[in-house]
């Protein structure tokens, strides 16, 4: 009992009502549960999220904590005081559970309750290993101060609402395992479904939490958004639009605009089949940005799907693809149109653990948006990670459609834990997964002797949109792609440079940030001109920066052609970029050279090249850069390349790029590399022990070594970047970040101003002064110039490649 007073989850605000512990755990229940039917049916999942609701929070009705949460106020995130503390309250539920169902259901209720003591223990520390050298479950859970916690939250003696509702239990068999066995088809298939389970319960704490704290956010979260039929009516309209400018400019019969129309045809055609796996391979050019989102929202509409994942390998063109996206909806109205649309890329609003605070977590995302942009970063490491603003958003892909663009660039490394849980998705989860992409890798089954190779997809498993890919190649043919004389002698920048010059509209793309400072300030020296009509693009440049100079290149194409059209002379027209450029910018140029590298990524880069088939044929130059690609799979491609393409003739007519070289360059890439390297499928392998209910998993191990950008190695900063085409004012938005913490709002709109450097970097840059920590684990650049340059973007002395081939 607790003296007459009514237990609390949270301590009243500004004088007003604390939030009452019973209420708290109905809501999230019921929240939880309504989460897991929102994405596909699943009765099991839902039993356990509606429980996982109602006990997550059982060890507050501890009259030590009782008598804490009244003193101190902030209570909603465990381990700010040494373990043993009256805060702690998370470990009573997890062992309620076990004790509950283990009366009611015997060994199998014991089995269901293991998967609810991994999330509700987690629910603020993030999910844990089983078994483990230091601070595993099984020992915490054993451990006499969680006993006591325990006890202690049932000798209040909680409402029997609580302790023992009159709810539908779990049915075992229906659990994602066979009964008695440590067997899975797919390595991983109960660990995502634990997942699913944490998230749901997650994402309901933080929603009721935030309705309580927030009140205002809470109300304007509920707005509601337009449905998948009036987006696809929208969309409808817009590509009606598009099509009747397209006639009125004369250019509908083009054999490049004939081919778009036919992969949009096919596109609405194939949407009508069954949720599954299907792959949108089309040349870049084909108009895949549009086509897809048409499949996306057309199949969604059709099947009852409740939401598009649009997933992007570069941070560098979120926003981009955000914003055509925003302009398709934008008769809607913009404040809906900025509803619809969710832009999320930055790690900055997910601090790590030891800077978490109660509004740093409400502030991370849950993807409460019809159409989420994002990347594969953001996406990948979600799906393997244990932290609660990391796994937060996981729900959200149960009933999805999910398009993967550039799929060739899935990390190879991580392969075979990827094409997993793409397959879980779609198995257990109801989403469907689109492959995206002009260069399809192979990911079907591959076994080798001695099981190596890739454990992928099945015969009849995944369905093609386009039925005849070797034609569609052939008809959007545009390029003549040139081969260097040796693959293997570098070339010189100044040599690069002096190529370069000769052409008055050219774009020259490079592999490292580094390499395009370089040769930018080459080509800037051979010019006569100097910098006049010559653009820089890296990803050290951030985003409203990239976005605004990219903008200023189409403008600048354009005007050429129309200067020349009209017989007048022409502003020359040269770009230097990373590989930023090479998925989803719609820049058109004559003439492109490319560094050696991946097969996929030359294809890429041929895809900026008479993009619009205003030439008979474009021109890409390939050459060998001065240094290799950095060490890992950059290098492995771009080796995979080379030995495809020994023994062409540089001169001939047999074209590096045709699909049959795609599908061999594959093969070798994937055959060279170790699928998984890190293990991450055997650590999240069942091992099932029916006798002791024990079903172990991995999940701290797993989440540690799933890491696309490793934290400890990368930062990002935010940098006060200013121009008339700015929405926003940096120095405010950083004064409201600084004044009241992060919210989700403002960490969205600072996403635009944010670089990703080295740690190493980091520190030298906050030795300088160049750059402070406004607040834990968020940096931002301070009022000096020397850090951030108006071209080049962030000068960091030419560091050996990015922190990671994700982040450029």
């Not at 890919?469 to 040796?486: F, K």
């Not at 999240?684 to 022990?689: F, I, S």
Request: one cysteine or more.
């Amino acid at each position: 009992m607790h003296d007459g007073q009514t237990p609390i989850a949270h301590s009243a605000l500004g004088g007003g009502a604390p939030h009452a512990l019973i209420d708290h755990l109905q809501a999230v229940a019921r929240l939880a549960a309504q989460a897991i039917r929102a994405g596909c049916d699943d009765p099991a999942l839902t039993a356990l999220a509606e429980l996982a609701g109602r006990w997550h929070d059982l060890g507050k009705y501890r009259s030590g904590f009782q008598r804490y949460i009244r003193l101190v106020g902030e209570a909603h995130i465990e381990g700010r005081l040494p373990q043993g503390s009256d805060k702690s309250h998370s470990a009573a539920g997890a062992l309620h559970a076990e004790r509950w169902l283990k009366e009611r259901q015997g060994p199998v209720g014991l089995m269901a309750a293991r998967l609810l003591q991994y999330v509700i223990a987690g629910h603020h520390a993030g999910l844990d290993d089983w078994h483990s050298d230091v601070g595993c479950l099984a020992g915490r859970l054993a451990d006499e101060a969680a006993q006591r916690e325990y006890q202690e939250a049932l000798g209040t003696e909680p409402p029997s609402s609580i302790t023992s509702p009159a709810t539908t239990l779990p049915n075992p068999k229906t659990l994602p395992i066979t009964p008695g066995t440590g067997h899975e088809e797919i390595p991983g298939r109960l660990a995502l479904w634990v997942r699913m389970l944490f998230s749901a319960l997650v994402d309901a704490d933080f929603l009721d939490t935030e309705a309580f704290m927030n009140p205002g956010t809470a109300a304007a979260r509920q707005a509601a958004a337009p449905s998948m039929a009036e987006l696809l009516a929208a969309f409808d309209a817009y590509m009606s639009k598009k099509a009747a400018a397209v006639q009125t400019a004369g250019l509908a019969d083009s054999p490049v605009n004939r081919q778009r129309a036919d992969v949009l045809a096919a596109c609405r055609a194939k949407a009508a089949g069954a949720p599954g796996t299907y792959t949108l391979t089309v040349p870049t050019g084909g108009g895949k940005t549009l086509a897809s989102l048409a499949f996306a929202l057309t199949h969604a509409q059709r099947h009852g799907l409740r939401r598009v994942v649009m997933v992007i390998p570069y941070t560098s063109i979120i926003e981009q693809t955000a914003e055509v996206y925003r302009e398709v909806f934008a008769p809607l109205g913009a404040e809906v149109a900025d509803r619809v649309v969710l832009e999320h890329h930055s790690n900055a609003a997910e601090p790590g653990e030891a800077a978490e605070t109660a509004r740093s977590r409400l502030a991370c995302e849950n993807w409460d948006a019809p159409i989420v942009v994002t990347t594969s970063v953001q996406l990948f490491e979600s799906l393997f990670a244990r932290r609660t603003s990391r796994c937060r958003k996981l729900h959200a892909l149960r009933g999805a459609v999910i398009v993967i663009d550039e799929a060739q660039l899935l990390p190879a490394d991580f392969l075979q834990p990827v094409v997993d849980v793409l397959r879980l998705l779609v198995r257990d989860h109801g989403a469907t997964v689109v492959l995206c992409t002009a260069t399809q890798p192979t990911l079907t089954e591959q076994r080798h002797f001695g099981g190596r190779g890739l454990r992928g997809y099945a015969p009849g498993e995944v369905t093609a949109i386009i039925d005849d890919e070797p034609a569609l190649y052939a008809a959007l043919q545009r390029v003549q792609v040139r081969l260097p004389a040796s693959l293997t002698q570098p070339q010189g920048w100044e040599v690069t440079a002096e190529a370069l010059a000769r052409h008055d509209a050219a774009l020259a793309i490079v592999g490292r940030r580094a390499d395009a400072r370089e040769l930018y300030e080459r080509l800037a020296r051979e010019l006569p001109t100097g910098r006049e009509g010559l653009w820089h693009l890296s990803a050290l440049m951030c985003p409203q920066h990239r976005s605004e100079v990219i903008a200023d290149i189409k403008s600048a194409l354009a005007a050429r052609r129309a200067a020349l059209a009209r017989g007048e002379p022409a502003t020359p027209v040269r770009v230097v970029s990373t590989q930023l450029v090479e998925a989803g910018v719609d820049l058109d140029f004559p003439v492109v050279f490319r560094a050696l590298a991946g097969l996929d990524s030359i294809a890429q880069a041929a895809g900026r090249c008479n993009r619009e088939g205003r030439l008979e044929r474009g021109e890409v130059h390939v050459f060998v850069p001065p240094k290799a690609p950095p060490p890992g799979l950059l290098r492995q491609a771009a080796q995979a390349c080379t030995l495809v393409w020994d023994g062409m003739d540089p001169t001939g007519d047999d074209d590096p790029l045709a699909l049959e070289r795609v599908s061999r360059y594959f093969a070798r890439l994937y055959g060279g590399a170790e699928l998984d390297r890190h293990g991450i499928a055997e650590l999240l392998r069942l091992e099932v022990d029916p006798r002791a209910g024990a079903l172990a998993m991995n999940f701290r191990s797993a989440a540690d070594k799933f890491r696309l950008i490793d934290e400890k190695d990368a930062a990002t900063v935010f940098v006060r970047w200013h121009s008339p085409r700015c929405r926003d004012d940096v120095n405010a938005l950083l004064g409201l970040l600084e004044r009241d913490g992060p919210s989700r709002w403002l960490m969205r709109r600072l996403q635009r101003y944010g670089v990703t450097i080295y740690q190493q970097d980091l520190k030298r840059l906050l030795a300088a002064g160049d750059v402070h920590e406004l607040l834990p684990g968020l940096y931002v650049q301070t009022d000096s110039d020397v850090f951030y340059d108006p071209v080049l973007g962030a000068l960091l002395g030419g560091a050996p490649g990015d922190p990671a081939a994700y982040a450029i």
